[in-house]
């Protein structure tokens, strides 16, 4: 059995077949992946298809399950359709092991199905390992993308946004790599969040070129030549305030960066909640601010935007927060997997890519 390093690097493309239909974007929804599983996911997924008439809802799971979650919704059932998947892949279980073994998982059909071009994106809460394991040996990577990103978008102080890659899909990574992700960032920001000339910063302990350890130095070289919009380093605290649009780390760093948000955020939260209902006054208090609060927590939400695609697959994945409720389903379906097919982000990585190597040569 590979192990999850050696897995990445052994892996090799298979070919993928396009999508033939016109006009109408077709997205797989792992049912049975994540904390929230299957009730919410499935509402979540009915949410974004009311929402959008030119798309295509396949559940995935399995179908005793989907039918009575299904049962007294309202959706339009021309374009909703159930796929039978009976079996399921837990939170603890070890990514490629549980991949090669349940391949009627309905995360595996999932995939096989934007493999085989019977769905053009897939979405999942489950298992992160699993899902980036899946993919990659199911599918592969775009030729020339040599380690895949998983990307976040986080909310900024200023009410924007910033795209954060890799936030845990490689713990090392090369320069060359980082380069690669910023590439790949680039496209992302500017085709699914209409980002018009994204800049592009690299992580780093200091905002001097000379900062930094050996690949982040190299990585900054390599940027400055093959990157047009680099706008050089960027310190950890300086990233929300949304002094770039596109932040550029290797997985140990940036999955340490947001789990780091991720807590900060939940405790600023939870303290003022305890010191507002310390006492009568302060209860009080909270009522006269209680729009403002909510306003601030709604900008600071990750639901808004609901999914991480992974980028440098073959195919369009999408890994939505394993605690995703029906809110942030719904937004990973509608502002993340429906603008990624729209815009043909994998495509235009495709391209990227070979002009990358075209320039090498």
């Known amino acids: 059995m590979l192990s999850g390093d050696n897995f990445l690097r052994e892996s090799t493309p298979v070919p993928i077949i396009q999508s033939e239909v016109s006009g109408v974007i077709r997205a ?58 009976p079996e399921v892949i837990t939170a603890d279980e070890a990514p490629v092991f549980a991949v090669r073994r349940k391949k009627e998982s309905s995360m595996i059909k999932a995939i096989q199905m934007v493999r085989d071009g019977e769905a053009d994106v897939m979405l999942s809460a489950g298992n992160t390992g699993a899902l980036m394991a899946g993919s990659l040996l199911i599918t592969g990577r775009i030729e020339g993308v040599e380690r895949p990103a998983l990307t976040v978008v986080a909310p900024t102080f200023k009410g924007g946004n910033v795209v954060l890659l890799d936030v845990g899909a490689n713990m090392d990574a090369k320069a060359e790599h980082l380069l690669h992700y910023g590439l790949m960032g ?14 592009v910063a690299l992580l780093n302990v200091g905002q001097e070129k000379i900062k930094g350890n050996e690949q982040v130095k190299k990585a ?13 380093n960027v ?19 940036g999955n340490i ?10 405790g600023i939260f939870a303290t003022l909640k ?88």
């Open 28 to 85: 797989a929804l792992d049912v049975m992946g994540g904390d929230n599983a299957p009730a919410e996911i499935v509402t979540g997924g009915l949410l974004a298809v009311n929402e959008l008439p030119d798309l295509q809802l396949i559940l995935v799971g399995p179908q005793a399950v989907l039918e009575k979650h299904l049962a007294g919704k309202s959706f339009p059932t021309e374009r909703v359709k159930l796929v039978h998947a």
């Open 257 to 266: 960066m947001l789990k780091t948000i991720e807590g900060v955020a939940s």
């Open 274 to 361: 305890e010191v507002f209902t310390a006492s009568p006054v302060t209860k009080l208090a909270a009522a006269i601010l209680l729009p403002a609060l909510k306003k601030a927590r709604a900008k600071l939400d990750y639901a808004e935007y609901g999914g991480a695609p992974l980028l440098g697959v073959a195919v369009a994945c999408i890994k939505c927060h394993g605690s995703s409720k029906a809110r942030a389903i719904r937004s990973a379906i509608v502002t993340q997997a429906y603008r990624y097919v729209l815009h043909n982000v994998s495509g235009q990585i495709r391209q990227e890519m070979a002009r990358l190597a075209g320039r090498h040569d």
């Open 220 to 232: 900054y070289s390599l940027m400055q030549d093959y990157l047009p919009g680099f706008a050089g």
């Open 235 to 253: 310190e950890a605290r300086d990233v929300l305030y949304g002094v770039a649009d596109v932040v550029i780390c290797d997985g140990f760093a």
């Open 186 to 199: 680039k496209i992302y920001a500017r085709e699914v969040l209409g980002k018009n000339g994204p800049s």
